[in-house]
């Protein structure tokens, strides 16, 4: 299983990590030590373990915020499908008339066109 050294708050921890994963586990791990570095900035030294647990918070924070804006898009998505399905059956319907009005019309026309060969032939 290959590892990675990653840097947090500037100490070095080496990690295993699947094959194939070493990068994103090195930017996963920068991307962590930049909200360490990002709170360490706002708050200070406050010892080790307490800055990389506010950082945990705060990335478990935006995690949730990024979960619930998810499940609206996706609740949005849903009814977007919900309409456009009914739009769908709409035209359908619509288009069902119109076929059925042009079937009549067709009627009354070879209707009218019957009634005008039968009364007034066309000359030879």
């Known amino acids: ?3 990675v050294n990653v840097e947090i708050n500037g100490r070095r921890y080496r ?5 194939g994963q070493q990068k994103r586990l090195i930017a996963l791990a920068e991307r962590f030590n930049t909200q360490v570095e990002e709170l360490k ?3 200070g030294e406050i010892g080790d373990t307490r800055l990389t647990v506010m ?3 705060a990335v478990v924070d935006e995690l949730a ?7 609206r898009l996706e609740a949005e998505v849903a009814e977007l499908t919900r309409a456009g399905h009914e739009i769908a059956d709409e035209l359908e319907r619509t288009e ?3 076929s059925a009005k042009l079937d009549d019309a067709s009627r009354v ?3 009218v066109a019957s009634t005008l060969d039968s009364t007034a ?3 030879s």
Do not use: Y
């Open 1 to 3: 299983m290959p590892e």
């Open 15 to 19: 990690m295993a990590c699947e094959e």
């Open 41 to 43: 900035g706002a708050v």
């Open 55 to 57: 950082a945990g918070i």
């Open 65 to 71: 915020e990024a979960e619930k804006r998810i499940a």
């Open 96 to 98: 069902q008339k119109f």
């Open 109 to 111: 026309l070879e209707a």
């Open 121 to 123: 032939p066309l000359p």
